[in-house]
């Protein structure tokens, strides 16, 4: 029993909203910030206004941003790997590289192993029946002192340049055309821009969200962007980055607290089923320098990790019991959603609890997820409203249209507060956590969800007291140090969060001198200690409730030199660092690549400037230390070795649901037709649709009147946004005999829904390798529970498939057919 409301996007700013303001250009691809984050929105008009940015958007749909933007390029949905990968290609081949940041900060130089291959498609190591790889070879070479290997002159053949340059050498402007369907002319206008900010002094910025993220191959798309960044020297500087734009108010928080199925607060990470052994499952994370002088700061892991085990159990997280290592379940597969509700409708599932999920109408394919919730015993629905998932039982017409008698689930409803009746820490895309106070009493029987919780928790513990269990150690050896049993305050979660010192904490060089009395706030996470005298809840809030008090309730805007990073207000993680990498602003020798937007300095002793240094403060630029502290190259990665399940390089695979049937890359190898190593439930592979049945391209997005699935509920927005429509370009319309304001049928593999045809010029038809793809565009937000007019769940459209890192369902690309009623 499990189920959080999940992070469907991941990663966050490395930058910061006020930042963008910095920006000489800028690209949202991926995302829509005019329409959905507004406000944050204001700081691309500053960049305009001010700075004389130039502003870009690519996006299948001339959408709300594109109409205040200088410049636009279609792009077909799926297909932004190509795309990125053939501005690298551009940047390559012209020379548009930042040559010295390139050379110093990033892998270039790495040789990788010489049994790495990628062959028509696939790489080395791939096992077709498991849909893995074997990462064995996806490595550098080691060299007998034990270090990768490296050649500063990057003519070796496999050293990560010339890999690189091979790899992309395919991503031609044509090959973009053909793929993507951009005009040639559209897409090299915008590499051309792009490429100039490959220079010192000028940055572009990357906002994007989930039109990267909803994909089979999401989580290689953003890497892709970010490799094209580090081209061009981007990362680390004010008006650069890589911004992910984050979805609801505090997921953000939800990420860095590790509320994922696999993840611990501050991305460390539970263990899986092999990991048996403590010391073990330590070392596979506390990453050995893989270059002389290197920080390599993950090898402080055991700190962060022991120190959170003594935050959970308190005195029963023991030296001898391996600090509680015991008491973390050891994983034996991913327990994503798409897993969850596939176990579900396997009817391996007794029990759910929605908090703050609504996944009837949020997860892809309704009428599995329906069937799912039809085997459970009991669901537990925590929300503030009845929402559609609470009545999923219940026949709503041809909206929900179930045999109510079939369906044997107990539902049960616990109302809870919502954020304006409760107060607490939020954390916002920039990694600021800001405090915000209760506004109003909760109504009727409402509780916070901390309350129910607590509640849970309790009765849980006492039965388990009671009748003991196969093994109760995890939930009675919990410590609960707070003033009321049955709901812990926003401040006492806090403050366990930051972080505390349990006993004196003593200098190691001078025994004598006590730097941290026993039950005193830590101030960051330098204090951090693996030998059980400190507790913290999330190592990477270290900082942010200290000695001196509540840093997130600080509400100072100053901002004495004037690029935006309001030190005094709030407080960022990690320990209020507002641009991450920000040494790698600087050139080999301390000195900012752009004397007027510096962010930090080497000033003969010490860095120091207009931001925390993302570095030890001492750390002489001579000691070639590389900026990227948290790898263990000190560099940033265009190889990224084992992380992702795809392959080192991103490549381009086509949807699940692909428009074409082949991959223009590699038409004779159905093996890399769609990605190889994506979250596919061998049972359902039937479930993806066929051009020749479904011809046309679906997608799904969100409008400004409406959030999600619960603005429903309100009046206003009802009205603002009255009824369900899809939106189909003329050309679409003019072939399957539409007009404006038609009703329409749209179906795919998995269902249909209908609604009002809108007929735009913001969508056009595309040539893709010479065929014609029309996009569909289909606003998320309707379902059957609410006040407003009833309309069917976009959802029932999608694919039940998931991004091979991330597990992010497909919802971005799929197939459907539009007919008029
Ligand atoms: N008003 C309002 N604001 C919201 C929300 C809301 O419901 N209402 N939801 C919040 C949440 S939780 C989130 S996660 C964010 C999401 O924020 P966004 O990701 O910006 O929102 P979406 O509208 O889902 O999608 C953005 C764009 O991606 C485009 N797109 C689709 N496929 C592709 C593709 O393959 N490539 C490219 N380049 N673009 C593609 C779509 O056409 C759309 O314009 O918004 C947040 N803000
Ligand atoms: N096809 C398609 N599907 C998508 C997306 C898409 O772009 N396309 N986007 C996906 C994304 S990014 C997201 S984030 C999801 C959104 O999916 P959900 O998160 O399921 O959507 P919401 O309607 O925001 O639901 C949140 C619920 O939380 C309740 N709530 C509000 N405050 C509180 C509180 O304090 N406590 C508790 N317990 N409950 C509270 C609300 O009443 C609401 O019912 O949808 C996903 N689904
Ligand atoms: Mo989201």
Redesign the pocket.
Known sequence: MAGL?????RGAMTNHWVDIKNADVILIMGGNAAEAHPCGFKWVTEAKEHNGAYFMVVDPRFNRSASVADYYAPIRSGTDITFLGGVINYLLSNDKIHKEYVHNYTDFSFVVRDDFEFVDGIYSGYNEETRTYDKTSWDYERGADGYAVVDPTLQHPRCVYQLLKKHYSRYTPEMVERICGTPREKFLHVAEKLASTAVPGRAATIMYA?GWT?HSIGAQMLRTGAMMQLLLGNIGVAGGGMNALR??SN?QGLTDLGLLSASLPGYLSLPREHEQDYAGYIAARAHKPLRPGQVSYWQNYSKFHVSLMKAWYGKNATAENNWGYDYLPKLDKEYDMLQYFQLMNEGKVNGYLA?????L????DKNRVRNGLSKLKFLVV????A?DTSEFWKNHGEFNDVDEKAIQTEVFRLP????AE?EGEIVSSSRVLQWHWKAAEPPGQART?IHIMSELFLRMRELYRKEGGAYPDPILHLDWPYAQQHEATAQETAMELNGRALVDLTDPKDPGKVLRKAGQQISGFGELRDDGSTACGCWIFAGSWTEEGNMMARRDNSDPTGIGNTLNWAWAWPANRRVLYNRASCDPQGRPFNPHRQLVHWNGRRWTGADVPDFVATSAPEAGAGPFIMNAEGVARFFSRKLLNEGPFPEHYEPFDTPLGYNPLHPNNPKATSSPAARVFTPIWETFGKPEEFPHVGT???LTEH????TR?TVLNSISQPEQFVEIGEALAASIGVKAGDRVRVSSKRGYIKAVAVVTKRIKAMQIDGKTIHHVG?P?HWGFKGVAKPGFI??TL?PFVGDGNTNT?E??TFLVKVEKI
């Open positions: 409301a999940p992070t469907f996007g989930l909803q979805g609801h997921i908090q703050g999920f609504n996944p109408a949020a997860l892809s925590m929300d503030p409203l929402t809870t507060t919502c954020f409760d969800d799904t997005y969100r959030f999600h699935y619960w509920h289909i998320i976009a959802n999608t369902p919802f971005k």
